[in-house]
Every structure is written in structure tokens, then in C-alpha cells.
């Protein structure tokens, strides 16, 4: 209850900080991107994951925002599916923002509040290529952390998955 309580009152003043910045450009940006995340041993679990993002860029190079992320994870070991779902907020960073191709970096941090709950942090680089003034097409690679809550044969315990992703995405 408590870190539901900590994520909502976390999300309302980054929302309200948001809503309040004067002097910046507060133009809307949205974003949905798709991806993997590889089994880099026998230990971590290889995840599909499909994530939306809503913010605003404060100046052309600088964008805020928050997200949802679904996450597959598929563990071979017990030939499971399980559904992770990270509410996170977004730091993205375009070096180029005027050019038709830019490079950026990325940093999503938040907890996962259904599912496998627990932490989760993802870091990234990549690139992205303007379609028309408003519209890119993104591609990143980076890592990602995620530590979970999983109940084994009547034993509940705490685990993590780490893993390295690659992502596609569109930009609006």
C-alpha cells in the first residue's frame, strides 16, 4: 500500500510540475515502442515488452514524461508466461533535435504495480528519424533492471532480471 501511495503521489507532483513550468516550450509528445529484452544467462528471463509514453518536451532537446510497460517474461525453466506492468517516468535527451537524424539518450525509472511487482530501471541510446515535423521513427538499444516478486512451490521471494533490450518505436 504504501509504494502504491509513494507512485501516485510521485506521479501527481511530476504531473503538477509539469503543468507548471513557464518559460519552456510544453509541447506535447507522445510515444508507443516495442521491444526484447535477451536472456543474457540461465537465470534471467527473456521478456517481450510494449510501452507508451506521455510527456512534454521542455525545450526542443529535453523531454519529461511518464509511461506504462507491459512486459512478457518467459521462463523456459518452468515453461511459464508471467505479465510484469512498470508505471515509470521518462528522461529522454535528443542531441540533434532539428536534424532529421539524431541521436539520444534515455532513462525510465518506476516500480511495477501489477504482475510481478518490484523495481524497474531502464537505460538506452539510439537513434531517431524525423518522418514529417512533428513524427519520428525511434530505434534504441540499452538495459534494462527489473526485480520482481514470484511465488516458487508455496515459497514467495524477491529476484532480478537484468537483461540488455532493443526497441522500435514511433514517435507523435
Not at 61 to 66: E, K, R, S
Amino acid at each position: 500500500i504504501m509504494v502504491k501511495l509513494l507512485v501516485n503521489k510521485t506521479l501527481f507532483f511530476f504531473l503538477f510540475f509539469l503543468s507548471s513550468v513557464n518559460g519552456f516550450s510544453q509541447e506535447y509528445k507522445g510515444m508507443v515502442d516495442v521491444g526484447y529484452v535477451f536472456e543474457t544467462n540461465k537465470h534471467n528471463q527473456e521478456r517481450a515488452i510494449l510501452s507508451t509514453t506521455h510527456g512534454v518536451n521542455l525545450t526542443p532537446a529535453i523531454f519529461l514524461g511518464a509511461g506504462v510497460q507491459m512486459d512478457i517474461l518467459t521462463d523456459k525453466t518452468l515453461g511459464q508466461k508471467r505479465v510484469a506492468l512498470p508505471l515509470f517516468l521518462n528522461f529522454n535527451w535528443t542531441f540533434l533535435p532539428h536534424k532529421s537524424f539524431s541521436p539520444f539518450v534515455d532513462l525510465r525509472g518506476g516500480y511495477s504495480v501489477a504482475g510481478n511487482t518490484g523495481h524497474y530501471v531502464a537505460w538506452g541510446i539510439g537513434v531517431q528519424y524525423k518522418v514529417t515535423k512533428s513524427n519520428s521513427l525511434i530505434l534504441s538499444v540499452g538495459g534494462e533492471y527489473q526485480k520482481y516478486k514470484y511465488t516458487f512451490q508455496g515459497e514467495k521471494d524477491w529476484d532480478l532480471n537484468n537483461g540488455p533490450f532493443a526497441r522500435v518505436g514511433f514517435v507523435f
